[in-house]
């Protein structure tokens, strides 16, 4: 049973480029998560999907950051126009169900995507 | 806003030294626990969860964590390091009806032979 697989591991932009990261949670898993770690930091939680709904954006930078987890096919992280901020390591976990309330499905993480801006 | 604190950012031990790692977290309200190691080049694995009941959590490897309500913190502590536990580990929270959880910036754990 594969975990959850994200792609590409290291992507490498140039300033003002898209990126677009990628998640497939893991089979039966509806629920996707995604978290950004800064160099020295954390992770810090960006946003929360379940199949075609954003569930929890609260994470989100309100501009560039867009994320979408449609009913077929990968969850996607895209960053319009990077900026060498934006250099981190994306990671993105699922659950089968929700985690939230009194209800806890544990979130299994992916390897996570570098992303360098240059 | 809720916080996760992990005061020791790099800790160097020798193999069969005995760990404990310091995690402290802001929020008055039920608050659910947890400690992840990512080994190198690995992704994030569960070493273990507090939700309620018994304070004293056991874990995998060896590791447990010691919930105390008082002074809001969950640490982690293994009685015996081996070199295989280097890692940086990280104490997250989960309060409320939240899904989302609250990472703490994570400790390097360095096990010298």
């Known amino acids: 049973n594969a975990g959850v697989m994200q792609n590409p591991r290291h992507l490498v932009r140039r300033r003002g480029q898209e990126a677009r990261l990628r998640c497939s949670p893991m089979k039966g898993h509806s629920h996707v998560y995604w978290y950004r770690q800064l160099p020295e930091e954390g992770l810090k939680f960006m946003v929360y999907l379940q199949k075609e709904n954003i569930i929890d954006e609260s994470g989100m930078p309100k501009e560039r950051f867009s994320a979408e987890f449609p009913k077929e096919g990968p969850s996607i992280l895209r960053i319009q126009q990077v900026v060498r901020g934006d250099s981190a390591a994306y990671f993105c976990a699922s659950s089968t169900t929700t985690s939230g309330g009194s209800l806890y499905n544990e979130q299994f993480f992916g390897p996570g995507t570098r992303l360098t801006v240059l | 806003a809720q916080s996760v604190s992990q005061h020791n950012h790099h800790v160097i031990l020798s193999e069969a030294a005995s760990l404990e790692l310091g995690c402290n977290y802001s929020?008055?309200?039920?608050?659910?626990l947890f400690w992840y190691v990512q080994y190198p080049g690995q992704h994030l694995q569960l070493l273990l969860k507090y939700f309620s009941g018994d304070p004293l959590v056991k874990g995998i490897k060896g590791f447990e964590a010691e919930f105390i309500k008082s002074k809001f913190s969950f640490n982690l502590r293994k009685p015996s390091v081996q070199w295989s536990d280097t890692a940086e580990y990280f104490c997250a929270a989960r309060t409320g009806t939240a899904s989302k959880l609250t990472f703490g910036t994570g400790t390097r754990l360095q096990v010298t032979l």
């Open positions: 929020y008055g309200g039920t608050v659910n």
